[in-house]
C-alpha cells in the first residue's frame, strides 16, 4: 500500500507532466497560427521616403505591411504621401533669337497586394512641366561704335560678337499632401503582403540655358481595410 508521502509525489509528478504537455501543446499551436486575422492594417513613417532626385530608375517600396483576410473580400488600400516637385528653368537670349529651356518632373504611386497591381493601377500624384521661352537684344553696353558713312553721316554700329546674352531664370518649389485609393477584389482567405510602390521621373531640354527638374516623397502613410463591397 502506497505511502502519505508517494502519493503527494506521484500527483506533483503527474501535474508537471500535464503542465509541459499543455505548454508545448501551446508552443505548437502558436507556432502554426501565424498572423492573427484583422480587418485593418497600417504603415507610416515620418522620414523622407526617397530623398530628392531626378529620377529612381523604377519603383521603390516606400511603404508595406501584412494583412490576413478571414473570408473571401475586398481589400481597400488608402495611400497617403507629401509630394514634392522642384523644377528650374534659364534662358540666355541676345541678338533677338528665341532661346527656351523644358522641366518636367513626375511622382507616380502604385500599389500590389501579393506583388500584383491592384486597380486602378498606375497613379500620378503630382506632376509639372515647366517652359521658359525668352526673345532678348542682349546686353549692348560697350558693343556700341560710330561710323562714318561716305555722304558724311554717321551710324552706330552694334558689334553682335560683343553683345552679352540676357538671362532670365525661373525656379519652382512646391509641397503637398496627396492621397488614392486602390481596390483589390475578391481576396482570398489567408496572408497577404500589400506594399505602396512610388517612383520619379525626369527630364528637360535646353538651347542655350539650362534646366533641373526633381522630385521627392516625403512623410507618408498606408493603410488597408478588409470590406465587403456591394455587386
Same mark, same amino acid.
Given at each position: 500500500?502506497?505511502?502519505?508521502?508517494?502519493?503527494?509525489?506521484?500527483?506533483?509528478?503527474?501535474l508537471?507532466?500535464?503542465?509541459?504537455?499543455?505548454?508545448?501543446?501551446?508552443a505548437?499551436? =502558436?507556432?502554426?497560427?501565424?498572423?492573427?486575422?484583422?480587418?485593418?492594417?497600417?504603415? $507610416?513613417?515620418?522620414?523622407?521616403?526617397?530623398?530628392?532626385?531626378?529620377?529612381t /530608375?523604377?519603383?521603390?517600396t516606400?511603404?508595406?505591411?501584412?494583412?490576413?483576410?478571414?473570408? =473571401?473580400?475586398e481589400?481597400?488600400?488608402?495611400?497617403?504621401?507629401?509630394a514634392?516637385?522642384?523644377t528650374?528653368?534659364?534662358?540666355?537670349?541676345?541678338?533677338?533669337?528665341?532661346?527656351?529651356?523644358?522641366?518636367?518632373?513626375?511622382?507616380?504611386?502604385?500599389?500590389?497586394?501579393?506583388?500584383?497591381?491592384?486597380?486602378?493601377?498606375?497613379? $500620378?500624384?503630382?506632376?509639372?512641366?515647366?517652359?521658359?521661352?525668352?526673345?532678348?537684344?542682349?546686353a549692348?553696353?560697350?558693343?556700341?561704335?560710330?561710323v562714318?558713312?561716305? /555722304?558724311?553721316t554717321?551710324t552706330?554700329?552694334? /558689334?553682335? #560678337?560683343?553683345?552679352?546674352?540676357?538671362?532670365?531664370?525661373?525656379?519652382?518649389?512646391?509641397?503637398?499632401? #496627396?492621397?488614392f485609393?486602390?481596390?483589390?477584389? /475578391?481576396?482570398?482567405?489567408?496572408?497577404?503582403?500589400?506594399?505602396?510602390?512610388?517612383?520619379? =521621373?525626369?527630364?528637360?531640354?535646353?538651347?542655350?540655358?539650362?534646366?533641373?527638374?526633381?522630385?521627392l516623397?516625403?512623410?507618408g502613410?498606408?493603410v488597408?481595410?478588409?470590406?465587403?463591397?456591394?455587386?
Amino acid at each position: 500500500m502506497q505511502s502519505v508521502f508517494q502519493k503527494h509525489t506521484y500527483r506533483v509528478t503527474m501535474l508537471v507532466a500535464c503542465a509541459a504537455v499543455l505548454a508545448c501543446s501551446l508552443a505548437v499551436s =502558436s507556432s502554426h497560427a501565424g498572423l492573427p486575422s484583422s480587418k485593418f492594417a497600417y504603415s $507610416t513613417s515620418s522620414l523622407a521616403l526617397v530623398k530628392q532626385t531626378t529620377g529612381t /530608375d523604377g519603383w521603390v517600396t516606400i511603404l508595406s505591411a501584412a494583412l490576413k483576410t478571414p473570408a =473571401s473580400k475586398e481589400v481597400l488600400l488608402s495611400g497617403s504621401i507629401e509630394a514634392g516637385l522642384f523644377t528650374q528653368t534659364e534662358v540666355r537670349s541676345k541678338n533677338m533669337k528665341k532661346d527656351a529651356s523644358t522641366a518636367s518632373v513626375a511622382i507616380q504611386v502604385q500599389a500590389l497586394i501579393d506583388g500584383q497591381p491592384m486597380p486602378p493601377g498606375t497613379v $500620378t500624384y503630382a506632376a509639372r512641366t515647366q517652359t521658359l521661352e525668352a526673345t532678348l537684344e542682349g546686353a549692348i553696353g560697350g558693343c556700341l561704335s560710330i561710323v562714318n558713312n561716305a /555722304d558724311g553721316t554717321q551710324t552706330v554700329v552694334v /558689334d553682335p #560678337n560683343c553683345v552679352q546674352p540676357e538671362i532670365i531664370n525661373l525656379i519652382l518649389s512646391t509641397l503637398s499632401a #496627396n492621397s488614392f485609393n486602390f481596390v483589390a477584389r /475578391d481576396v482570398p482567405v489567408g496572408e497577404h503582403v500589400l506594399s505602396l510602390q512610388a517612383r520619379i =521621373s525626369s527630364s528637360t531640354s535646353v538651347q542655350n540655358g539650362s534646366a533641373t527638374a526633381e522630385g521627392l516623397v516625403g512623410k507618408g502613410t498606408m493603410v488597408a481595410e478588409v470590406v465587403r463591397a456591394v455587386r
